[in-house]
C-alpha cells in the first residue's frame, strides 16, 4: 500500500552547512602546498625519455631538492623490458643542461640533455657505446 503525499516536504537549510571552508583555513592549506613545494627543484619527479619516433626508452625518477648544493639523484628503468632498473651513478646539471648515466647491464649509458623548444622538455643524444640516438625528456 502505497501512501499519497498531500504536500511537498520542506528540509530547513542549516546555516554553513555545505558552505566553503573559512577563508583561513583554504589559506593555511595554500601556504603548506607551496612551502612543501619549495622544497623541491623543478626536475623533481617522473620523467620520459624517448627516442626520435617517441619510442619509450626509458623512465626516471628524480629527485631534486631545492637546497643550495641542489645535488640529483635518481632511479632508472628501461620501458621495454621493465625488470632492467637501477640506480642512476651520475645525475648532475652542466650549465643550462643535464647529464644523466647509469649502467644498464654492461652498458654505460649516457644521456647529455638541453632544455627544448616547449617548456618542461629537454632534448638531447643517448649514447651507450654501439649507438648513439636523438632522444627527449618530458613528463609522462
Not at 617517441?54 to 641542489?70: K, N, W
Amino acid at each position: 500500500m502505497r501512501l499519497a503525499i498531500a504536500a511537498p516536504a520542506v528540509l530547513a537549510v542549516l546555516a554553513g552547512a555545505g558552505a566553503a571552508a573559512p577563508a583561513p583555513y583554504d589559506a593555511s592549506v595554500a601556504a603548506s602546498a607551496a612551502a612543501e613545494q619549495s622544497l623541491f627543484g623543478p626536475l623533481d619527479g617522473g620523467w620520459r625519455l624517448a627516442g626520435p619516433r617517441g619510442v619509450g626508452l626509458y623512465r626516471f625518477e628524480l629527485a631534486d631538492p631545492a637546497a643550495e648544493a641542489r645535488q640529483l639523484q635518481g632511479a632508472w628503468r628501461a620501458e621495454a623490458a621493465p625488470g632492467r632498473s637501477g640506480v642512476l651513478e651520475t645525475a648532475r646539471r652542466r650549465g643550462d643542461g643535464l647529464i644523466l648515466a647509469f649502467r644498464d647491464g654492461d652498458r654505460l649509458v649516457r644521456v647529455r640533455l638541453r632544455p627544448g623548444p616547449q617548456a618542461g622538455a629537454w632534448r638531447g643524444v643517448l649514447d651507450d657505446g654501439s649507438r648513439r640516438a636523438v632522444v627527449a625528456m618530458r613528463r609522462p
